[in-house]
C-alpha cells in the first residue's frame, strides 16, 4: 500500500511540475504561431498554375513534398521497405504456408466472424478511396495500404491463416501484386525520362510538372478531374505495394512456429 | 457470371461507402467508386453472400429500416431509462448475474444481429454463444429469473421478432 502511495504521488507531482513548467512557467519559450519561410514556400507553390515551373499541381502539401518536392527520399523509403520485407522472406525461404498442424484452430465466435466479413468491403471502400484521393486530401498510397493490410490481419485472427490461402491469397499471389506495385513505382519514377529520349526534349527521372530547362510535363487534369501528374499513379502503386507486402508479413509470421522451427531444421541437415 | 450476380449486393454497399467516405459526386469518383466496388464485390461475394435474392429483398430491407427505428428509439429508450433508474436510485437495485437466453433463429446474420443487439442496449451484455444448443449467455443487471422463458421473454424475443423478418 505505502509503495502504491509513493508512486502515484511522485506521478502527481512529476505532472503538476511538468505541466507548470512547460505552460506557465514557459519551458518550452515563446510559441511561434506564424507560417514559416520554408512552409510559405510549399504553401504557394503547391497548387499555383501560375508557377508552372514550381508547380506540383495537387492540393494536398504533403504528398506533393513526399511524392514531388522530395520525391527521391520517399522512393529510397520504399525501397528500405521493401528490402526489409525481402528479408523476412528470405529468412522464411523454403517454409511451406500450406502445411497444418492438426486440430488447427476454428477461430473465434461466429458474432466475431460475421461482423468480420461485412467489414471487408467497407474497408475496401475506405482505403481505395484514401488511396485514390492521395493527392487531393490527407493520406496517400503508404496510409490507404496501411488500411487494407487490416483486412487480412482480421481475417487471420477472426477465421485463421488457412482462409486466406483458401481464397487464393498466398505468399506468391501477394509477392506478385506488391510487385506490380513496385514496377508501377518505378516505371512512373522513368517514363518522364523515357519520353524525353523519344521526343527529345530534356526530362529528369521522378519529374511531374515542367522545370526551368525541362519543357515535358505529366498531365495534371484528366478530363476535368484533378490527378496531379505522377503523384495519383506513385499514390496507386503504393498503394498496391504496400497491402500486399504487409499481407505477406502477416501471412509468414502467423504459420505456427512448430511448422517454421521443423522445416528450417530440415533445410539446415542438407547444407 | 453467378459470382457477378451474388456480387450485386456488396457493390451497392461498397459503391455507396466509397461516395459517403469520399464526400464527392464528382465524375472521377462516380467512375473509379464504381469500378472499385465492383472489383470489391466480385472479390468478397462468394465470402459473404449466400442467398441474393434475399439480400436484395425490397420487403426484407424496409423490415431493416423500421427495425432501425424501432431499435434506436425505442430499445434503447428503455434499457437507457432503467439503467440510469438504477444508477440514480439511491439503493441501486441491481441483481446481476450470467443467464441463458434461448433464440430461435437461424441464419448467421440474425444471431449476430441479435446478440449485437443485446450488448448494446444497456444492462444486458452477451459473453458466449452457444451455437450448437441455440443459446446466449448474457449478463444481466437485473436477474428477474434464471429460466429460459424468462429470459427469453425479456432479453431475446423483441429483437427476434423483427430480426427474423430481416434476414431468416
Redesign the interface.
Known sequence: MRKELIVATSLTVTIIVLAYVITLGSGLGPLFNGIRPLAEVYLRTTLNPSQPSFTAMSPEGVTAIVWDYRGLDTLFETAVFYLAIIGAIAIYRGVSEKVRLNGAGVGLSMIVKVVTKVLIPINIAIATSIALHGHLTPGGGFQAGAAMAVIPMILIIAFSRYLLLDLKISKEVALAFRSIGLAGIALTAFVPILIGLLSGVNAYIMQNQLKADASFSLPAYLGDALVSGSLILYNISEYLAVTFGFSMIFLLLSIEEDIVKEQMRGDGVEH | MMRLVKAIP?II???A??LT??GSI????IV??LV??II??Y??AE??VKDVGKALSIRRFLWLIIYGIYYLTIAEFKAHYDVIKRIIHPKMPINPGIVRAPYNVVS??S??TI??SITNTPGTV?V??D?GKKNYYVHWIDVKAPDPKTTYENIVRDFEKYVKNIFD
Open positions: 456488396l454497399l461498397t459503391y461507402i466509397y467516405f469520399s464528382s465524375t472521377y469518383d473509379l467508386g472499385v466496388a470489391s464485390g472479390l468478397t465470402l459473404i448467421d446474420f444471431v449476430v446478440a449485437c452477451v458466449h454463444l451455437e
